[in-house]
């Protein structure tokens, strides 16, 4: 089966590319003269890291809601029309839930998180993989939380969509072991990104061992390794990256 592993200019797809995580990655790849196709809601902080980027490598950018199927379908179409492949996958969009209990949460609040962390990954998955396997295979990371690995108080919605999207790359993993498709989830602890900005940092400092939060770039790191023939092996994994958080 043909190695598509290490290639020369892979062509990756990163949802939620726009800011944090997402955007740390997209910054590294482009570095490397990939070609990258790059989704976000947030249309100003997408082009004004387009207008960064495409200097240095082939790239696509697409503004859309990656809850709406049919956005992630015509991202794929893109891609296979542009690039005619892909190779690396950043499932990474997301967003945290409400500080409530389960009863004080409003059912439209426990939709839309369950909504953006756990289906967007499905229709991911179920359109990213068809052209993989026209490819030959490839690589697919799920940013999950280690919020899908443990519990926490007041974050129903939240703890239940990363556990789903565990799950799902477990599932996923052995549905395409045997065609090339690597599937593994990244299980971040508090990482300084907007998404946390709203929560006391020093407070989420204690919580860590090491005492102090994660970077974006660290976590990207750790896709790379993922996305890299050095993990060849590695499929159906759950990557724990949290400075010590989730073993107290
Ligand atoms: P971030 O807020 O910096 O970036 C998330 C990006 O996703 C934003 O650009 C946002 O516009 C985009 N996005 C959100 N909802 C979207 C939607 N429906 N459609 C399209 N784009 C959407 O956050 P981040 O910290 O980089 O988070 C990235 C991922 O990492 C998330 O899945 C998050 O749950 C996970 N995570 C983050 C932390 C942390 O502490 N920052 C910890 C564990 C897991």
Known sequence: MENNQNLASPVVMISGAASGIGKSTALAMAEQ???LCLLDLNKQALEELKLQLQEKCEIITLCGDVTDATFIQSAVNEIEHKFGRLDYVLNNA??????????????????????????SVYYCLYYQIPLMLKSGGGSIVNISSVLGLIGIK????????KHAV?????????????????????????????LIAHI???MLVAKHPVKRLGTAEEV?????????DEAKFITGS??????GYSIQ
């Open 33 to 35: 003269s990939n070609r």
């Open 94 to 119: 997301g967003m945290t839930s409400v500080s409530k209990s389960i009863t004080d949460l409003e059912f439209e609040e426990w939709h839309r998180v369950i909504d953006v962390n756990i289906h």
């Open 154 to 161: 007041n974050r129903a919605a939240y703890v239940t969509s």
């Open 166 to 194: 565990t799950g799902m790359t477990k599932a996923a993993a052995l549905d395409y072991a045997e065609e090339n498709i690597r599937v593994n989830s990244v299980h971040p602890g508090y990482i300084q990104t907007p």
């Open 200 to 202: 006391d940092s020093e």
């Open 220 to 228: 990207t790191a750790l896709v790379k390794f993922l996305w890299s």
């Open 238 to 243: 759950q990557y724990v990256i949290d400075g």
